[in-house]
């Protein structure tokens, strides 16, 4: 069992940036893909990045690729997503969620959600 627990969320002006953290407890991290999505008010939650096991895979979904990046350090058991030219529309809840498959983009696919950290850019 994994239990994650996100960081770095805040408020940030549209152009600036903030870089979410998630720590996982347990031993066997590196045997989990890692992904992180978002639920914007009224709004289903949607896919933002995901990583492989090993970090050398990664996916972001279109609407933050350029600008949002994921990595991992399996030594550390942390998951972070460095977010860049924020923008209004990318103010939600994020979460960070663990799964079994090598990598994956569907929300089926993860076992493990940590509680979310909100996100707010103003513009």
């Known amino acids: 069992q994994v239990q994650l627990v996100e960081s770095g969320g805040g408020l940030v002006q549209a152009g600036g940036s903030l870089k979410l953290s998630c720590a996982a407890s347990g031993r066997t991290f590196s045997s989990y893909a890692m992904g992180w999505f978002r639920q914007a008010p009224g709004k289903e939650r949607e896919f933002v990045a995901a990583?492989?096991?090993?970090?050398?895979?990664?996916y972001c979904a279109d609407s933050v690729k350029g600008r949002f990046t994921i990595s991992r350090d399996n030594a550390k058991n942390t998951v972070d997503l460095q977010m860049n030219s924020l923008k209004p529309e990318d103010t939600a809840v994020y979460f960070c969620a663990a799964g079994w498959r090598y990598i994956a983009t569907q929300q089926d696919d993860y076992a493990y959600w940590g509680q979310g950290t909100q996100v707010t850019v103003s513009s």
């Open positions: 990583i492989s096991w090993s970090g050398d895979r990664t």
